[in-house]
């Protein structure tokens, strides 16, 4: 169902809800459309995904990306969605590459435990009268260090200092102790030391 009193990304992102509910795929919005719900919002015209299919609900999943409208983006161009050209592209990058409405979308797979963690903890959200999944402000600002570019740094900033004091440091630092290297997880606790925080 399209939504056209939407901008374009804003209802891709509610038709890979839909997609992934419907399928039984566990899933949760990352990158800057996650950014927004914690932190000082950003342009962004992509749209990241963090997906977990079950080999059962493969042939689910790829047949209502093909209902919503969404392509494979390959060195070929675009293609519908199947089974076959999902797996390729996940084996072969870690990430499916897809698009609709010209807004392009990268569905990311989890393979570290990290990622993992972050399917579990993913909070629902309000976005445009329904409710999606987000990824959470700790495993953002973790996923942001770990790509550590300019935009994630200020991302990361952004969160710091919009959320304070309601971000649980604990499990920030147990899990930037797991994930990052000391050099970015010393970084990290100078930037949680900047926005005033313990």
Not at 19 to 44: D, I, K, M, N, Q
Not at 108 to 126: K, N, S
């Amino acid at each position: 169902m399209t939504h056209p009193d939407l901008p374009p990304l804003s209802d891709v992102i509610l038709r890979l809800a839909r997609v992934c509910e419907r399928s039984g795929v566990p899933y949760a919005v990352g990158g800057a459309v996650a950014a927004t719900f914690w932190g000082v919002p950003r342009t962004t015209q992509d749209a990241d995904l963090l997906v977990s299919v079950p080999v059962l609900a493969s042939q689910r999943f790829a047949d209502a990306l093909a209902e919503e409208g969404f392509s494979v983006v390959d060195s070929n161009g675009g293609e519908m969605p199947t089974v076959i050209g999902l797996r390729r592209q996940s084996d072969a990058e870690g990430l499916m590459r897809l698009a609709c409405r010209n807004v392009p979308v990268e569905m990311f797979v989890p393979v570290v435990p990290l990622q993992h963690e972050i399917l579990r903890r993913a909070t629902d959200e309000p976005f445009h009268g329904r409710t999606i999944k987000v990824t959470r402000a700790e495993e953002l600002i973790l996923l942001k260090m770990a790509f550590h570019r300019q935009k994630d740094l200020q991302d990361v900033r952004g969160i710091l200092g919009v959320q304070k004091d309601r971000l649980d440091l604990a499990h920030l630092r147990s899990w930037s102790a797991r994930t990052l290297d000391d050099e970015t997880a010393a970084e990290l606790e100078r930037l949680i030391a900047a926005a005033g925080m313990a």
